[in-house]
């Protein structure tokens, strides 16, 4: 019976525990019976709790059992399994980083997320995969190798939250926190067939603070609404995040289907390379059914020249300063080359491309003036091969632009801007297409609403079950 609630969403489950159709403690366990074998196989999982899971749903199961359905109005998340990506600590609880380095590391406190997470009643189930110290767009790792698509088993989930995405669309676990600093929570849920949302820089506190100022944490889910609740649950200032922000009185209580309509702005490509036709034939269908739920969607022209070099240039100089030399024998080797570029860097070239970032965020906010949101489809090519860091192309070339591949997702981290990636449709080979809807600055409830009305208007939930029939 718990195998029945694999792909429920948040308000399926706390419905389906309220009514005794399924306890936390046997819908937990059903997780990680398919963390231990089926995210084995995908690689999604570095860590998997099962004591500490199963204690949290017994406590979980009993609460529900003494204080009935009010019991959510203050643990919104009780009894739900969550992932977490293996990027952020997690206090009693192995924390690798995707590293040699880190394989061994048990942290002794939990930062603001993680804290907010057990909060909320959320059950930990275990840490996600993620490239080391999450430099690359794919989830690989020395230490635990490839990130398998669960639609295509050969091709890459995308990264760095690569597992986090991977472990959500195959039915681990309701939703799962990932990071994204270039595209790592966008990129595997454009991959994987799920909602991959990154919030406004600041909105939710990223402890450590990341030395680039480039990255944010952001939920990764099968609905739009569970986007949402795990955006409140993180959302909110803490003193150990300096840039943290605090959110408005009822900011996440988004507006009723049929609300205010939005100016969006379709743009067909962002740069080099530009999107696959097929990806750009059902990105821009998905945009344009927008306006079956009341926008107004237009073309738009790119606001800006591709912006890599000021992005490889921030994240160069962030690797160089955070490689140790005495394990750099165990390190990722495309890494090792990204921060040997960065020890070639100048104070000044450092200088000149945070000149650059400034300039390209006021550039995106005048461009914005007169559209509420800009659409385009999230990654611009299929997935490439499990074991590559990159697709093919690049590595043929020998190209070290090891991000260039994906031109529409770093832009918005350089702005810290609000984008979320939403499934868009598939290949003819049954591959996830994903749409980005980017917002302005801080408007991260109208970029959700956007995704909730095309959900509602294109509803993919289905998908899941498929994917279900086609893994069995």
Same mark, same amino acid.
């Given at each position: ?43 999604? %999982? ?35 399994? &969550? ?13 690798? #980083? ?16 993680? *804290? ?74 454009? %991959? ?31 609905? $739009?609404?569970?986007? $949402? ?18 959110? !408005? ?31 750009? $034939? ?6 344009? !059914? ?8 237009? *073309? ?29 024998? #165990?390190?990722?080797?495309? #890494? ?47 997935? %490439? =091969?499990?074991?590559?860091? +990159? ?30 990636? &939403?499934?868009?449709? %598939? ?8 749409? +980005? ?17 095309? *959900? ?6 289905? =998908?899941?079950?498929?994917?279900? !029939?086609?893994?069995?």
């Amino acid at each position: 019976m718990a195998d029945a609630f694999r792909f429920s969403g948040v308000a399926d489950l706390r419905e389906a525990f309220a009514r005794g159709e399924v306890s936390p403690l046997a819908h937990v366990g059903a997780v990680l019976d398919r963390a231990e074998t089926d995210g084995a196989e995908l690689g999604a %999982f570095i860590t998997v709790d099962r004591a500490g899971a199963i204690a949290a749903a017994k406590e979980a199961t009993a609460r529900i059992r003494r204080e009935g359905p009010t019991v959510w109005r203050d643990a919104p998340l009780l009894g739900v399994p &969550v992932s977490v990506k293996d990027l952020i600590a997690t206090s009693g609880l192995r924390t690798t #980083r995707g590293s040699w380095e880190h394989r061994d590391w048990v942290p002794d406190a939990d930062p603001p997320a993680v *804290e907010r997470l057990r909060a909320a009643g959320a059950v930990i189930v275990g840490k996600t995969a993620t490239s080391e110290f999450g430099w690359s767009g794919s989830g690989n790792s020395l230490l635990t190798g490839p990130v398998r698509n669960p639609w295509n088993p050969k091709l890459s989930a995308g990264g760095s939250s690569g597992g986090a995405a991977a472990a959500v669309a195959a039915g681990m676990g309701a939703v799962a926190v990932g990071t994204d600093g270039a595209g790592s929570v966008r990129i595997p849920a454009a %991959f994987c067939g799920v909602v991959g949302f990154k919030p406004s820089f600041g909105r939710i506190p990223y402890v450590p603070a990341s030395p680039e100022n480039l990255s944010h944490l952001g939920p990764l889910t099968r609905n $739009v609404a569970d986007a $949402v609740l795990m955006t409140a649950v993180l959302a909110g200032p803490d003193p150990r995040d300096p840039y943290s922000v605090p959110s !408005a009185p009822g900011e996440w209580d988004l507006p009723a289907y049929g609300g205010r309509p939005l100016r969006i702005g379709w743009i067909d490509s962002l740069g080099d390379p530009a999107p696959e036709p097929e990806i750009r $034939v059902i990105a821009c269908a998905a945009a344009a !059914a927008l306006a079956e739920a009341g926008h107004t969607v237009t *073309e738009a022209a790119p606001p800006f020249a591709d912006p890599y070099g000021v992005l490889e240039t921030i994240l160069a100089a962030a690797e160089a300063a955070a490689t140790d030399p005495a394990t750099a024998e #165990r390190a990722a080797p495309g #890494r090792l080359r990204v921060a040997e570029l960065g020890h070639r860097l100048s104070a000044v070239d450092l200088g000149r491309a945070e000149r650059d970032r400034a300039e390209l965020t006021e550039r995106v906010r005048t461009a914005m003036a007169d559209v509420d949101l800009l659409a385009m489809p999230t990654v611009p090519l299929v997935p %490439f =091969a499990a074991e590559l860091d +990159q697709p093919a192309e690049q590595v043929s070339k020998g190209r070290l632009p090891w991000l260039a591949w994906t031109p529409a997702t770093y832009p918005f981290n350089l702005t810290g801007q609000p984008a979320i990636s &939403v499934p868009a449709g %598939f290949t003819r080979h049954g591959l996830p297409v994903g749409l +980005q809807l980017v917002g302005r600055w801080r408007a991260d409830a109208t970029v959700l609403a956007a995704a909730r009305d095309l *959900e509602r208007v294109r509803p993919w939930a289905a =998908a899941y079950d498929r994917l279900a !029939a086609t893994a069995t």
